[in-house]
């Protein structure tokens, strides 16, 4: 069955760096594109940052600029490279398969997700 671990989050300091990690097993992780979404609680949920097949990434605006995403296809692995991280990033982070293979485009609207991780959380502190 398609599972998705989410690792790396924890406390870090007003400007520091943080790494996610997600582990992607029971599926052909290659062929799909993925995406990082955060929740905060009390809010909804946010697409953070996508990839395709081929390692092209997209950003919010609220991130670009600070984060990184990418892949390992070898190692079924999805990253996060967080630098300058603000206290409004605090949040769950999840990584998500995007479903529909045939989208040629990262879809930034959640529904377009059909996996998801149990997230890993993110806490800066000021």
């Known amino acids: 069955q398609v599972q998705l671990v989410e690792s790396g989050g924890g406390l870090v300091q007003h400007g520091g760096p943080l790494r996610l990690s997600c582990a992607a097993s029971g599926f052909t992780f290659s062929n799909y594109y993925m995406s990082w979404v955060r929740q905060t609680t009390g809010k909804g949920p946010e697409w953070v940052s996508g990839i395709n097949t081929g390692g092209s990434p997209s950003y919010a605006d609220s991130v670009k600029g600070r984060f990184t995403i990418s892949r390992d296809n070898a190692k079924n692995t999805l990253y996060l490279e967080m630098n300058n991280l603000k206290p409004e990033d605090t949040a769950r982070y999840y990584c998500?398969?995007?479903?529909?293979?045939?989208?040629?485009?990262?879809?930034?609207?959640?529904?377009?997700?059909?996996?998801w991780g149990q997230g890993t959380q993110v806490t800066v502190s000021s």
């Open positions: 998500a398969r995007q479903r529909d293979m045939r989208l040629k485009y990262i879809a930034t609207q959640l529904a377009e997700y059909d996996y």
